[in-house]
Nanobody, 122 residues
Framework: QVQVVQSGGGLLQAGGSLRLSCAASGSIFSISAMRWYRQAPGKERELVADIMDGGSTYYADSVKGRFTISRDTSKNTGFLQMNSLKPEDTAVYYC????????????????WGQGTQVTVSS
């Protein structure tokens, strides 16, 4: 019913910038939260940043001041602008959206993007 498609990612050198995008489509009444997670090899998936429908944001300490999360509510799209990238930012990045699929209360579900690789070389 809902698809979440990511774009962006790639290979770049330390200090560079990259922008990830995430677009949801399908049966969407509203999106209360958009989140970006990442998972590095051999590590658990961690929350990088999120943005709520009211605009409040959260950032992991490791990315504060370097990453910026944003959203375009009218297009059901989210973004993660990543600046001053470091080798330790290398990971697969996943977009997550908490979507209400109808006007009926309780019809909220988590949907995930396919993941995108970000590799930062030193």
């Amino acid at each position: 019913q809902v698809q979440v498609v990511q774009s962006g990612g790639g290979l770049l050198q330390a200090g560079g910038s990259l922008r990830l995008s995430c677009a949801a489509s399908g049966s969407i009444f509203s999106i209360s939260a958009m989140r970006w997670y990442r998972q590095a090899p051999g590590k658990e998936r961690e929350l990088v940043a999120d943005i709520m429908d009211g605009g409040s944001t959260y950032y992991a300490d490791s990315v504060k001041g370097r990453f910026t999360i944003s959203r375009d509510t009218s297009k059901n799209t989210g973004f993660l602008q990543m600046n001053s990238l470091k080798p330790e930012d290398t990971a697969v990045y996943y977009c997550n959206m908490y979507v209400q699929i109808s006007v009926v209360a309780g019809s909220e579900y988590d949907y995930w993007g396919q993941g995108t690789q970000v590799t930062v070389s030193s």
